[in-house]
């Protein structure tokens, strides 16, 4: 998968995560004894068909969704040589799966 069609995916994604949390946040104000709603089994399909589109044996994807909040917190990834690759865009996420020398 090309870098233009990843990012115009992961924005996707990234905008519906953010439309379920809204979502659970609007309904939690109406009914204060209200859960969550939840759209798991849909986002895992993407984020699966993702992953197997660009590749990704070592699940950066899934880690950099729900492990680094979408960018919001460091990967704290480094290469081979020591030095820190930066992870905070869909860019830096991109090239990241497509490094070589972690």
């Known amino acids: 998968m090309n870098k233009e069609t990843f990012i ?7 905008s519906i995560i953010k439309d379920e949390e809204n979502l659970n946040k609007a309904f ?5 004894e209200f859960n969550r709603i939840s759209f798991g089994r849909y986002e ?7 992953e197997f589109g660009m590749n990704d044996k ?3 994807i899934s880690y950099w969704i729900y492990d680094c ?3 919001k917190e460091d990967m704290k990834v480094t290469g081979k040589n020591g030095k820190k690759i930066p992870t905070k865009t869909l860019t830096n996420l991109y090239n990241l799966i497509n490094r070589k020398d972690i």
């Not at 115009?8 to 990234?14: G, N, S």
């Not at 939690?28 to 204060?32: A, C, I, T, V």
């Not at 895992?44 to 993702?50: G, M």
């Open 8 to 14: 115009k995916l992961m924005t996707e994604l990234v």
């Open 28 to 32: 939690k104000k109406f009914e204060p």
């Open 44 to 50: 895992t399909l993407v984020v699966r068909s993702l």
């Open 58 to 60: 070592d699940k950066w």
């Open 69 to 71: 909040s979408m960018g």
